[in-house]
């Protein structure tokens, strides 16, 4: 007779062997994770996912986690019934006792230790590379799910939003210039190979104007909801054949706030509040003048943590008067912080009127031409971070049967220099993590040098290149690319190279 309960499960005392243990704690400082559970969780689901149940012993010598925090209060349930599944798939006359899940728990968490420290080793001990591993290549995930998510969103067919159907997906570039002088057209969603285009050239080169119609192309045959930030001069909201075929609504910032709840779902619990306040910190840190210091960090996390714990539809106003009333409290004297907080809250960056599903479930066209730098930082910075949450809730697209998949949502950067050169984590995510989600990004700059020397080198992550007239060199990575060191600088408007089949072409676009 079983003696598992789940209010047993809570009190009970879970721990790995000695070896696992100290692993678990490398790994926490090197992922930079706060606590011991995540990498535990880690492991443990990682072991899951192998066809056999762990049959080496541990030896019960690492350190004790209480089943509460191991598996968190919501997601007990889950990871109990996980368990006690595997359990009887591979050991069908296990008796369920607490001992025996402490056993496979135990079991579980030595085996998947060892397999992340595979993978972290395969990464070169690279964080961002490690997550793209365990996300792209060990994750078995489902092309549709069928429950609500943690946010609350049923993701689910028609309900999930724009789910979009896998099917090859062209767009015809132009023609090439050397013979036999056929039109260029190129799979965007391609077995093997990045969605993602990064178009460089100077003013005047032709690269907004084969953005547009690359976006115009994708959105008439996948009808796809296409995200269009204009870091410009702002005449894209004004390109009435381009909104009309994109069926898309006009933002000016900060004339018009952006119609997003940028902190959605983020009282759902403790664990999902931290992971708000940081991505907000992280992003408010990013447009302050100077560098924040340790203390001002952890005032701002220790200010804004009760807010995004138990409100709902939090406005920037919310997270001034927050911080006022925290200095306040705690007689701290007016400083970056405060100053910059209130100079954002002189405008409506932003409204909390549409949840991400409903905001990313329609075309935009975001102009930032008349916004100071500080309020079009953080509202970019802001919108990434919402986007980056909103992907990974997303289960994978659907593929079809030569592997196409389909493409959910397209997000497009028109002058994206400086949002390049902001290193912000979310647009990185959104470029190396999601394209099995069905995201296509679209970055459009004036220079191949706008993608070099950063910590994260996004062109590592583009599938198409299209470089049109400009002085610049190419990156390290761009000539690899076109297999040698290029020069676009004589190349006339209108014409750009790119790479087919490995090797560089011209094509005359227009």
């Known amino acids: 007779m079983s003696d598992i309960s789940l209010e047993n499960v809570l009190v009970s005392n879970f721990q790995t062997s000695a070896e696992a243990d100290k692993i678990t704690e490398m790994l926490k400082g090197k992922l930079g994770l706060s606590v011991r559970y995540r990498v535990a969780r880690l492991a443990i689901g990682r072991s899951l996912g192998e066809p056999n149940f762990p049959t080496q012993n541990a030896d019960a010598q690492g350190k004790t986690i209480k089943g509460d925090l191991l598996f968190g209060l919501d997601e007990y349930p889950l990871w109990v019934g996980l368990l006690i599944t595997n359990i009887k798939n591979h050991i069908p006359k296990a008796e369920l006792t607490i001992a025996t899940l402490q056993n496979a728990v135990r079991r579980h968490w030595q085996r998947g230790i060892m397999l992340l420290l595979d993978d972290w080793n395969e990464a070169g001990e690279d964080p961002r590379k490690f997550w793209e591993i365990l996300i792209h290549r060990r994750a078995m995930l489902p092309d549709t799910v069928s429950r609500p998510d943690k946010f609350g969103e049923v993701h689910r067919g028609e309900e999930m939003g724009f789910t979009g159907t896998a099917k090859a997906i062209h767009v ?20 093997g190979t990045s969605p993602h285009m990064a178009i460089m050239g100077q003013s005047g080169s032709g690269k907004t104007r084969i953005m547009k119609e690359v976006l115009k192309q994708i959105h008439i045959q996948t009808t796809a909801p296409v995200i269009l930030l204009d870091l410009g001069k702002g005449d894209l909201a004004n390109d009435t054949a381009l909104i009309d075929t994109l069926g898309a609504k006009i933002l000016r910032v900060p004339e018009d706030g952006i119609p997003l709840d940028m902190f959605y779902g983020s009282k759902q619990n403790d664990e999902v509040a931290t992971d708000t306040v940081m991505s907000f910190r992280d992003s408010f840190s990013n447009v302050v003048q100077g560098k924040l210091g340790p203390k001002q960090l952890d005032n701002l996390r220790e200010a804004l943590k009760p807010l995004f714990s138990t409100q709902e539809k939090i406005t920037l106003e919310d997270v001034r008067s927050w911080l006022d009333q925290f200095y306040e409290e705690n007689d701290l004297k007016m400083d970056s912080v405060m100053s910059t907080i209130n100079d954002l809250t002189q405008y409506t960056i932003f409204r909390p009127d549409y949840s991400p599903l409903q905001f990313f479930s329609q075309s935009w066209i975001i102009t930032f031409a008349h916004a100071h730098d500080t ?44 949002l390049l050169s902001s290193r912000h984590d979310a647009l990185s995510d959104n470029i190396r993590l999601h394209r099995s989600k069905g995201l296509v990004v679209t970055l459009a700059s004036q220079s191949p040098d706008d993608y070099d020397g950063k910590s994260d080198d996004y062109m590592e992550n583009i599938g198409l290149p299209i470089c049109f007239n400009t002085n610049a060199v190419a990156t390290k990575v761009l000539q690899n690319m076109f297999r040698g060191r290029v020069s676009f600088s004589s190349l006339p408007p209108g014409v750009f190279m790119t790479v087919k089949d490995s090797k560089p072409i011209k094509v005359k676009a227009f």
């Open 172 to 191: 015809e570039l132009g023609k090439g210039m050397d013979a036999p002088y056929e039109q260029y057209i190129r799979l965007v969603n391609g077995v």
């Open 375 to 418: 309020i079009k930082n953080l509202a970019v910075f802001l919108l990434m971070d919402a986007l980056n949450t909103y992907m990974k809730r997303l289960p994978e697209a659907p593929q079809d049967s030569e592997g196409h998949r389909a493409i959910r949502l397209v997000l497009a950067v028109d002058e994206a220099r400086h």
